[in-house]
């Protein structure tokens, strides 16, 4: 427990109602809860967090009237709706905590600490005089991109011409043309929101990454943001936290794996947001069946736009998965990574599967859709050396399996990856950079 002395502190948590956002927000929570702050969840109604998994917290809703089609609508609708709904009441709410406490001699200290995407709770903590704190959930290469974009517009280099796609931008080496964040989008929407959700004036920033994975850029985010700058993943290794999930996890997923031999199965599953057309559903499935290896395959509902769930396997196709692999709407993919039986993680490459996937040593397929997947994919295949980048073709998808399960090239791939888990244990240790990371932030709230 942290010595706060006769000082009270409340911490105001806010996240955005993603799922790669909420998790590492309620993992930082119950983190600093552990350490003597008592913690305020203000939530949104859409994809609210489960009170009852926390019951230390106080949880406090912000009416967003937010919907599911509004996440899928457009980028800056959603991230302006988001925002000029969530602002009033999360000010009202400071306000009436503040008020309530003026006369009091055993005052809490309020801190903020929000995610990049709730922007106005970094307004409100301007308006009241109040700290506030970020915390980014991607990687620190994710932001870099996102920093120089603007500068790339302005001299002609983004939007992208052909030709330049495989060079590496010189600012972002070893990242190419192609793995910028945003490729295709309308120059416009990219650049305003861009403006919208780079932090402005944080009192310090928290990252969801491991300094030895992301040294020199973290270097340059330093220099740039020129505040304090703490780096405390993977936090899902942290401290124990319930299930974060909004959708129900499928657990009989693990006494399926309980069943099946070490390092015989992939694991397959694109995230919370990404979706896959029917043609590459279809391909996806065909790879699987022809790899000839056992799988474990989270389709979420509606993740194949047009169909409810899995109606849009063939008759044939069904029959043959039933042999080789198990199909489930949503996982414990934490406790899935981590069982023995599976061998390699076939990923969307969002940076929470990422960080999940790495930490047990668990070789991937990437296969990036969009915003910082494809910089984590050619972090994982390029740098890391762990990942086999595919196109949702079968007959890539099938030999990218069986190169990431079985034979020698799997077999020095997976060595590597459990060094990178060594490295990543020895981080969270007792001298560990991000042990010593969470142990700085505790004594910079206090000092706030
Ligand atoms: C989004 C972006 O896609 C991602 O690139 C960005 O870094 C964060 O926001 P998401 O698509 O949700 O995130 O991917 P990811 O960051 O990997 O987070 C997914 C989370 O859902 C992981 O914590 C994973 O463990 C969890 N999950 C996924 C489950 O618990 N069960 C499942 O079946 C699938």
Redesign the pocket.
Known sequence: MADHGSKRWRLVLTSSP????M?PMLQLGTYLHSKGFSITIAHTEFNRPDPSKHPDFIFHPLPDKLSGPDISAGVIPFLQTLNDNCKPHFKEHLTQIINAQKDRSDKESIVIIHDNLMFFAADVALELDLPSIILR??SAA?SLAMMIIPQLHQEGRFPTQDSLLQEIVPELDPFRYKDLPFIGRPIEETLQSITMIIPKTPSAMVWNTIEFLEQSTLTHIRNHFQVPIFTVGPL?KIIPTPST?FLE?DTSCISWLDKQAPKSVIYV?I????NANEKVAIEMAWGLVNSNQLFLW?V?PGSVPGFKWTEFLPDGLVAQMKDRGLI?K?????EVLAHKAVGGFW????????L?SISEGVPMLCQPF????KL?ARYLSHVWKIGVEIVAKSAEIESAIRQVLVGKEAEEMRQRAMEIQDKIKFALCDSGSSNNSLKDLVDFILSL
């Open positions: 993603l799922q790669g956002h998790t959930s991607s994710f899902h999930s996890e599953s995230g919370s947001l990404a989270v979420r489930v949503w996982a414990p993919q934490k990923s969307h490459c969002g940076w929470n599967s990422t999940e969009d915003v910082d997947q984590n």
